[in-house]
């Protein structure tokens, strides 16, 4: 994108440090290849024909993993405090927790459909 100088010279928009950056040719401005983004449908920032449709980013994690993850946690959460308060000592507890959340989630993964 140039812009016009007060002298008439052209000049480039300014990024880190005064240099110029380049865009690639037919992306906008808020679109990057690579960075996990999609446009939506028949949305334009302005409401105005030629502006830049506006970009959604994807999720991190996907329902079905974070079903998953946060199924082995409470799993793990309540074996945990059972191993606890059945008189262990805390670093048992922990451990308890710690390998019930993880033997679950293979388990977990294979009934999430």
Do not use: C, Y
């Not at 140039?2 to 880190?16: D, L, N, R």
């Not at 950056?21 to 105005?48: D, F, H, I, L, M």
């Not at 946060?70 to 390998?99: C, E, M, Q, R, S």
Request: hydrophobic fraction near 40%; aromatic fraction near 2%; proline fraction near 8%.
């Amino acid at each position: 994108m140039k812009e016009t100088g007060p002298h008439g010279e052209e000049q480039g928009v300014a990024g880190w440090h005064g240099a110029e950056r380049r865009r690639p040719v037919g992306r906008s401005p808020g679109q990057v290849r690579g960075a996990g983004t999609r446009a939506v449908p028949g949305g334009s920032s302005a409401g105005e024909p030629g502006a830049p449709e506006r970009v959604r980013a994807e999720p991190l994690l996907s329902v079905r993993t974070t079903l998953v993850l946060l199924t082995a946690a409470v799993i793990g959460v309540v074996a945990g405090v059972l191993a606890f308060l059945a008189g262990g000592p805390v670093a048992g507890a922990v451990l308890a927790d710690l390998t019930a959340a993880g033997s679950s989630v293979p388990v977990l993964n294979g009934l999430v459909r």
